[in-house]
């Protein structure tokens, strides 16, 4: 009864916890705590530390630390199934409406309408990042002197590579790191 509860409570969570680790905590919080006595608030609170250290989801290292307390490994392995689940539910049926009905019209223009916010935030994510590495922390500025030409010019050569030569880009940011870690340690 007790895995059965396991797998129930994390696929609640799993099925609910739209938005983010954050803001599944209230949700893992009353199963884990409230209903099911599970662990104490301070116990909670000590899994959310660990949950944040660790890599990975919030929700997903909870499964499985709740699992371990609760029924060893095979308790972690039944927690952590029923979190994932909802999810693979889902993109498994989006993947199959899709491919069913990728030639509809509508699917189309959802689509199409789709691709430019897409783009937008891959190069709102990009324009961020080559702002903190030119300027730094400060953000984007006139002043010349707070250019890293570093930055700079490790950039410029390592689009131009990929532009003229079209090698592989994990070679090219690879290739990047050591030169700019090199530069920065010698200097």
Not at 43 to 62: C, K, Q, R, V, Y
Request: hydrophobic content about 55%; charged content about 5%; glycine content about 10%.
């Amino acid at each position: 009864m007790t895995m059965l509860q396991l797998f129930w409570s994390f696929f609640q969570i799993g099925m609910f916890s739209i938005g983010g680790g954050m803001a599944a905590m209230p949700l893992i919080q009353n199963q884990v705590v409230d209903l099911h006595n599970w662990l104490t608030l301070t116990e909670f609170t000590d899994l959310i530390t660990i949950a944040e250290m660790t890599p990975g989801p919030i929700a997903i290292n909870s499964a499985t630390f709740v699992g371990i307390r609760i029924a060893g490994v095979p308790g972690a392995l039944i927690a952590t199934l029923g979190c994932i689940l909802p999810s693979c539910i889902i993109v498994s049926l989006l993947a199959w409406i899709y491919f069913k009905y990728k030639e509809l019209t509508l699917i189309q223009g959802i689509l199409e309408g789709l691709r430019p916010a897409v783009v937008a935030l891959i190069a709102s994510a990009g324009l961020s990042i080559f702002t903190l590495a030119i300027w730094g922390k400060g953000g984007f500025s006139i002043n010349v002197q707070s250019i890293n030409y570093i930055s700079l010019l490790l950039f410029s050569v390592a689009v131009f590579i990929l532009r003229k030569w079209k090698p592989n880009p994990i070679f090219v940011m690879v290739g990047s790191g050591i030169i700019g870690g090199t530069v920065y340690l010698l200097m």
